[in-house]
C-alpha cells in the first residue's frame, strides 16, 4: 500500500505543476502582456481559468496532506528550514486567490480593477518562483539539521544559486504551459498568433533558464548533470522531452488544441522524472549527503493502509467529476464559449 | 511577546479567521439550493436573481476561505512541526478525507458559478447541493481531527513514544460526534443569522423588498432550526467535556474546589490567586445537574489538576459566558420568529427585523467564543495529557514577525471583503432586481 501512496505523491506533485502551473501561467502571460491587447488577454483569460482554477490548486493541498499523514518527519523538517520560502508562497496564494477573485465578482468596476490585477499579476509571479526555490531546496544539498546559526539553518536552506535558479524556471516553465493552453482558448487568429508568439518566446527562455539552473548547479556543487544524464531513465526522459518539442513546433499552427497541450504537458513531466528518478526514493537531501528517504521516514504501515484507500476512494470520485469539468467547459470548437 | 505566544496567536487568528469563512462557505450553499429550487419550482425571477446575488457572495467567500485553508494546512507544520511529526500519521485520515470532499467542493463549485444556462437545470442544481454537502463533510472531517486533540484515541503512549497507531480509531474518537455536531449547528445559526441580519436591514431601509423578503426568509428558517436545535447539542457536548477534560469544564465554569451539588455560575469576575468568583449569580446545584444529569452528584474542580496544567481560567470562562449568552439570546429570537411564523402580522413588522439586525454578529461571536473555550480551555496541552503546546512550538526564531504579518494580511482581507459585500448589496437594484417595485411587501 505504501506504492499506492507514493505514486498518488508524485502523482499529485506533477499534476500540480501541470495544472496549478498553466494556471499561474495564465498570470506571468498577463503580466507580460502590452496595454493594447490586455483587456482580450483578460477575457480569454477568464474564461480559460475561471471555472477550473479552484480544482487546481487542490493537488497541493493534496500533496500537503500525503505528506503530514505519511511521511510526517520529512513534512516536519521541511516547514522547519524552509519557513521562510513556504512562508511567501502562503502569502502569494492568499494575494493571488483573492485577487482572482475578487476583480470578477467586485459588483462595481472602477479604479479598485488596477489594484486586483496588479496583486494578481504580481502574484503569480512570485508564488510559482518562491514553489521552485522550495523544491530546488528540497534536493540541493543546503539543508543543515546541524546548523548552529539563524542564517545557517533558516536563510541559507534555500537562499543559493541552484534553489534561485530552479524557481526562475518554475516560472518559466508556468508561463510555457500556459501559453500552449492559451493557444486553443483564443477566440480570433490574430490572438492564437499572439499566443504562439508567446509559446516560442517563452520555450527559448526556458532553454535559457534550464541552462542556467545547470550552471547554478555546478557553482553549488549539485550534481545535477549526473543524475539527468548519468542515468539512462534521465537520459532517455530527456531525449523524449526533446524530441516531443519538435513534434508540438510542428503541430502547434493546426487547429488541433490537443496533441500540442499533451506533448508539453509530456515534456514537463519527462523533466520532472530525469530529475526526480535518480535520488528516488530519497525526498529531501540534506547538507552533508544525508538523506530522507520516503520508505525510511514513512508512517507506520497501518496509517499508510488507511492512507492508501483514502486515496484510492477519493480518486473515483474526483478523477471522473474533473475530468467532466475540464470537458464540460472547453472551449467549443465553433469558437464560442 | 515571545515567540511561543506569537505562534499560539498567529494560529488563533488564522483559524479565528478561517472558521468565519469556512462556516459560510459550507452553509450558504444550502442557501441557495432551496432558493433555486424555488426557482425551478414557480418560475418567479425574483428567485433566480436572489440565488444568482448569494452566489457571487458565496464565491468571494470560498475562495476566501479556500487560501486561508491552505494556509492552515501549512501552519500546522510552520508553527508545530514537532507536534505534527507524532500527531500526522494519528489523526492525519480525516485530512486526506477532507481533501478529497474540499476537492470535490471546488470542482462542484465550478460547474455551478460557471454553469447558467449550460446544464440541464437539474443537474446544475444538483451541483450546488454538492458543494453545500461536501463543504459540510469537510468540516466535520476536520472537527473529528480537532477532537482527537482533545481526546486522543488509536495509539499507545508508553516512555514519550507514540506506539500501536490505528488512525480509524484516531478518527472516531470519544469527542468527535459532540464536537462536530455542535459544530455543524453553529455554522447554520452564524451564518443564518448574519444572512437574515443583512436583508432584515435592508427590507428596513425598504430597499428591493420583495426579493430582500425571499431572502430573509430562508435564512431566518435556517437559523431558527438551528438556534433551537444547539442548546441540546450543547448541554450534550458539557457533559460529554464533563467526562473527558474536567479540567477544561472546570475552567469553563470556574469551578475551582470539588464539590457534591456544585452551583452554576453565571457571569462574574474569577479571581485566580484566591480561588473564588466575585459578582457572579450562583445557581445552586445546577452545574451537577449540567455535567452529570444529576442535582446531587460530585462535579471535579481545578484542584484535581495539577497547578500547571490550568488552562487560563479567565479566558475560558468569559469565553463561555459569551458563547452561551449569545446562544441563549439567538434561541429566544427564534423562538419568537416561529410564533411570527404562525402570527402573520408579527412576520415583516419592523420589531421583529430590528430583532434579527441586532443578532447579525452573535452567531459569529458565539462561534469565536466558542472555539476559545475547546482551545485554550485545553491548555496547556496540544494533545490533551500527552504533549505540552509549548513542547510542539516551532525551534525557528522570530515568529513575532510573522504574526505580524499576518495580521496585517488578515485585517487588510477582512476590510477587502467587508467593502466587496457591501458594495454587492449596494448594486442589488442594478444587478440582480430590475424592475421590480422597491416598496412591494410580499403578500
Redesign the interface.
Known sequence: MEYVVIAFLYLAILLYVLLGGADFGAGIIELFTSQRDIRRTRKTLYHAI???W??N??W???V???L???F??I??????YL?IP??IM??G??AR??A???R?????EDEMQELYNKVFVWSSFITPFFLGVIAGSTISGHINKEAQT?LD??ILSWLNWFSIGVGLFTVVLCGFLASVYLIGEADNENDRQRFIQKAKRTNIIAVMAGTLVFAAAIADEVPLFNWVFGEPVGLIAVGAATLSLIVMWKWIHTKIRFVPRVLVGFQVTMILLAISYAHFPNFVILKGGENLSLHEYM??L??MW??GW??L??SV??LP??FY?YY??QKKENGSY | MDDFLAARSQMALSLGFHIIFACIGMVMPFFMAVSHYKWIRTKLDVYKNLTKAWSKGVAIFFATGAVSGTVLSFELGLLWPTFMRHAGPIFGIPFSLEGTAFFIEAIALGFFLYGWDRFNRWFHWATGVVVGVSGLASGILVVSANAWMNSPAGFDFVNGEYLNIDPIEAMFNDAWFFQALHMTLAAFASTGFAVAGVHAAMILQKKNVLFHSKAFKIAAIFAAVAALLQPISGDFSAKDVARRQPAKLAAMEAHFYTQKSAPLIVGGIPDVKNKKVDFAIELPGMLSFLAHGDFESEVKGLDTVPEDQHPPVQIVHYAFQIMVGCGVVMMMISIIFFAAMVRKRWFYSSWLLKLFVLALPLGFIAVEAGWTVTEVGRQPWIIQDVMRTVDAVTPMPGIVWSFYLFTMVYISLSVAVIYLLHRQIKMVPILYDKGSDPSTLPS
Open positions: 475561471g471555472p477550473i479552484e480544482a490548486h487542490m497541493l493541498i493534496i500537503i496532506v500525503i503530514f499523514v505519511g510526517p518527519i513534512y516536519s523538517d521541511l516547514s522547519v519557513h513556504l512562508l502562503l502569502l496564494i492568499i486567490g483573492t482572482f477573485v475578487f470578477h465578482y467586485d459588483a462595481v539563524f539553518a533558516y508512517a507506520p497501518k496509517t488507511a492512507l483514502a486515496l476512494l477519493g470520485f474526483i467529476a474533473l469539468l464540460s467547459f
